[in-house]
């Protein structure tokens, strides 16, 4: 079955970095695109990236270009975020998944003074 296992959140100061991982397991990693959502208590669950099989970046959301970065790496079957100067706005729980309709349980990022 597919296993999606989320890694990497954590408590940061505005302007801050964090790398945000996805260990995928049960299917063949390389031959799916994998997306990276967030969202923050009372609001709207929001697309922030996709990935193409072979490491394309096919979707990035408009606040966070130049700040994220979305990459794969398929012999290890890892999805990953590196976010970069980040933001307050940033702080809503991230999930990945696999064709939105395999999810993982999410990890919490903080960003606050």
């Known amino acids: 079955q597919v296993q999606l296992v989320e890694s990497g959140g954590g408590s940061v100061h505005p302007g801050g970095s964090l790398r945000l991982s996805c260990a995928a397991s049960g299917f063949t990693f390389s031959r799916y695109v994998m997306s990276w959502f967030r969202r923050a208590p009372g609001r709207e669950r929001v697309w922030v990236a996709n990935?193409?099989?072979?490491?394309?970046?096919?979707y990035l959301l408009d606040s966070v270009k130049g700040r994220f970065t979305a990459f794969r790496d398929n012999d290890k079957n890892t999805l990953y975020l590196q976010m970069n100067n980040l933001r307050p706005e940033d702080t809503p729980v991230y999930y990945c998944?696999?064709?939105?309709?395999?999810w993982g349980q999410g990890t919490q990022v903080t960003v606050s003074s």
């Open positions: 990935v193409g099989p072979s490491n394309t970046t096919t």
């Open positions: 998944s696999r064709d939105r309709t395999s």
